[in-house]
């Protein structure tokens, strides 16, 4: 499967997340809606790693990452996006998020010492252009104090995703793709039901196949489908590159709003589209190939331990 397929593919995944969080949050409460879509996303992954009998990560610092992925992509993550819901809409909520691109350029260039061209940072720039020109007239519009909370909410929750994705590219390579975004998932829960226990009562939802069908889009495809995707992606193309693919969601996010929520595409919209595409061109024009010592230092000898690497296990991407 080629890189660019499945970093497009998740981007697809990622953008329905938005809308389907919008029809189930009339039955859930928020962090307990969030909470049960990480853990049955979680438990999904995992159990499939069972079955393929793939074994747990072996080493302190792998579970360091997976831990850190976890608090920052599942639990702020989730706890800024599912609130966001409440303010803005859906559309709007999925384009603004994908400014974590950004975020997680310069941590990456910080953190993972990768190097972007100056191309590749003129074409970030674009897409981010693209971004503000979809978003800024509906943060204008309407009631304000609600725009800019909603805004927060998603702000945070884009922090959280980038932190988390510098952790998933640190063991894109030293741990099965099931097993680590299962974990993450799953440690991510934890913060989140325990704020949700708290804070709201669980006993609240209800059940009605509209809320089934809502949590059921979310947990598999929508996450344990697309951090599957996700992590075989950042294991053969550095995570700047992957991540400028974000720019997309604007047009599936769109698009989902126009036809499940009467949302409206105006010429400035339509722009911003053509701006932000414009910008992922640029970046992924030519994605650079991986080097044989493109990993970790420690990998071969996490993989002369016996853990299976989902890069190597498949082929051709």
């Known amino acids: ?50 079955l393929l009998r793939q074994p747990l990560p072996r080493d302190g610092p792998t579970w360091g990452w997976i831990s850190l992925a976890g608090f920052g992509m599942t639990g702020l993550g989730y706890y800024g996006m599912f609130h966001a819901a409440e303010f803005v809409a859906p559309g709007l909520a999925t384009v603004i998020a994908n400014s974590q691109p950004l975020i997680a350029a310069v941590l990456a260039f910080l953190l993972l010492k990768e190097r972007l061209s100056a191309k590749g940072w003129i074409g970030l720039g674009i897409g981010f252009l693209g971004i503000a020109v979809i978003g800024a007239p509906q943060i204008a519009d309407g009631n304000r104090s ?17 932190v988390g994705n510098i ?43 509209r809320f089934i069908a809502s949590l059921a889009g979310l947990s598999i495809p929508g996450t344990a489908i697309a951090f599957w995707l996700w992590q075989y992606t950042l294991g053969k ?15 599936f996010g769109l698009t989902i709003g126009v036809a499940f929520f009467g949302e409206r595409v ?6 911003g589209t053509a701006i932000a595409t414009a910008g992922v061109i640029l970046t992924s024009a030519r994605l ?26 498949q082929s051709g991407i």
């Open 1 to 50: 499967m080629p890189a660019r397929f499945s970093a497009a593919l998740v981007m697809v995944l990622w953008a329905s997340c938005y809308p389907l969080i919008t029809i189930g949050l009339d039955s859930a409460p928020h962090l307990t809606f969030a909470a049960l879509r990480a853990v049955i996303a979680g438990m999904t992954l995992v159990g499939f790693a069972a």
């Open 146 to 162: 609600s725009s800019l909370e909603g805004l927060a909410y998603v702000l945070l929750a884009a922090s959280g995703v980038a």
């Open 167 to 209: 952790a998933i590219k640190k063991i894109s390579k030293k741990a099965d793709a099931a097993v680590a975004m299962g974990l993450q998932l799953l440690i991510g829960a934890v913060p989140l039901a325990l704020i949700a226990s708290l804070t709201e009562d669980p006993a609240r939802i209800d059940w009605s196949l």
């Open 237 to 251: 193309i550095e995570l700047t590159h992957a991540n400028v693919f974000s720019f997309l969601v604007p047009v």
């Open 266 to 271: 105006t010429p400035l919209m339509a722009l």
């Open 288 to 313: 650079p190939k991986p080097t044989p010592n493109s990993g970790n230092a420690d990998e071969g000898s996490f993989q002369r331990r016996g853990a299976v690497s989902e890069e190597r296990d």
